[in-house]
């Protein structure tokens, strides 16, 4: 019987990595410890390097699989990816956690629910 998929023993393919479109390449997948090759890490020197520039800095819990995964989503322009890390950032600071006082009342009552859904697609 095969081993069952999990986080933690599942090993990305290129193919799950990357897609393809033309010539053109996107990254899908960012996270550690997948490696990242010599152009991704050139771009990501160039992105730092418009930080250096322009006098910019990026909060420091900001690493950067987070910087490149903006990076490429703006197209390769620096000025968006900081432009939208930044706000991303602030938006977290400033609406996470979620406070949930005067919603225990909804959430015991059943009309809305707080959690996860399962395989299914049930809530939890």
């Known amino acids: ?16 990595i990357f897609i393809y479109a033309g010539e053109k390449r996107s990254r899908l997948i ?5 490696e990242f090759d010599d152009d991704e890490n050139e771009q990501i020197e160039e992105f730092k390097q ?9 909060p420091a819990s900001i690493d950067f699989r987070e910087m490149y995964r903006y990076y490429q989503g703006c197209g390769y322009d620096p000025q968006l990816a900081y432009e939208g890390l930044v706000e991303n950032y602030k938006f ?7 406070n949930l006082d005067g919603l225990e009342e909804y959430l015991q009552s059943g009309i809305m629910y707080y959690y996860k859904r399962d395989k299914h697609f049930r809530p939890i």
């Open 50 to 58: 418009y930080l250096v520039d322009n006098d910019l800095e990026l």
């Open 92 to 98: 977290m600071q400033e609406n996470l956690p979620v």
């Open 1 to 16: 019987m095969p081993e069952q998929l999990t986080k933690e023993t599942f090993v990305p393919t290129k193919e799950d």
């Open 30 to 34: 960012f996270g550690h410890p997948i």
